[in-house]
């Protein structure tokens, strides 16, 4: 019954691949997100979408590019790997409601390393 | 960059109440305030939020300050697996959706 689920867990490859990191929710949220969390644990917020349109895209290089086929999916996919991409991405939803502040669920996060 | 400061660690006994600190003294008027905590290897879960009331759930109590500049965050019986790092947040709006800042929060340790 996993609210926010992303695939895979783990993820180890080469510098230079192109490879992604899919999340589903069952929650029926209307919005989801991507998080990166460094080395130095730092969570930062890269991307939001809300019924399939993007809505924060926050300075993350081109090489990231989230896709929402619907609005119960998010995925990232990333372009030629960099050593610096190694992190956990966790994603996240919640529900839009208007005027209302809604808490966000997380996945349990990918972790990425870069060889 | 956050809005809130937090003590980077702090120790608890378990079964006590654990009193988590945070000042946000740059919070606007229509600004919640935020916790959220994240156990080893997990995704970050979320506590509770407040605007200016005291709140309280099954998880903890939040009491805001008058003048929500600050705010603590309990946790009546702390148990080993509610250590954890704790953050604030101070939640802000941008184009209609959620964005959570995220700084360095709280570790606490709660101790046998």
């Known amino acids: 019954d996993t609210a926010v689920s992303q695939t895979p867990k783990y993820l180890v490859t080469q510098m230079g691949n192109d490879k992604s990191i899919k999340c589903e929710q069952n929650?029926?949220?209307?919005?989801m997100y991507w998080y990166k969390q460094d080395s130095k644990k730092f969570l930062k917020i890269m991307f939001s979408?809300?019924?399939?349109?993007?809505?924060i895209n926050e300075t993350v290089p081109n090489r990231f590019s989230p896709k929402s086929p619907d609005k119960a999916h998010l995925n990232l996919h990333i372009n030629s790997l960099e050593l610096g991409d190694s992190a956990v991405y966790f994603c996240?939803?919640?529900?839009?409601?208007?005027?209302?502040?809604?808490?966000?669920?997380f996945g349990d996060g990918t972790r990425l390393s870069i060889l | 960059d956050a809005k809130t400061t937090q003590p980077t660690s702090m120790d608890c006994a378990e079964g006590r109440a654990a009193n988590l600190p945070c000042n946000h003294s740059?919070?606007?008027?229509?600004?919640?305030v935020y916790w959220y905590r994240q156990i080893h290897s997990q995704g970050p879960q979320y506590i509770i939020h407040?605007?200016?009331n005291n709140e309280t759930n099954e998880m903890a109590s939040l009491i805001i300050t008058e003048d929500r500049k600050s705010s603590t965050l309990i946790l009546p019986h702390a148990t080993l697996r509610d250590t954890a790092v704790y953050y604030c947040?101070?939640?802000?709006?941008?184009?209609?959706?959620?964005?959570?800042?995220f700084g360095k929060g709280t570790k606490l340790t709660v101790n046998p």
């Open positions: 947040i101070v939640r802000v709006d941008q184009g209609g959706s959620e964005k959570l800042v």
């Open positions: 979408y809300n019924n399939k349109e993007l809505i």
């Open positions: 740059t919070i606007s008027g229509n600004e919640y």
């Open positions: 996240a939803s919640s529900k839009e409601v208007k005027g209302l502040n809604q808490p966000q669920h």
């Open positions: 929650l029926g949220h209307d919005t």
């Open positions: 407040g605007l200016k």
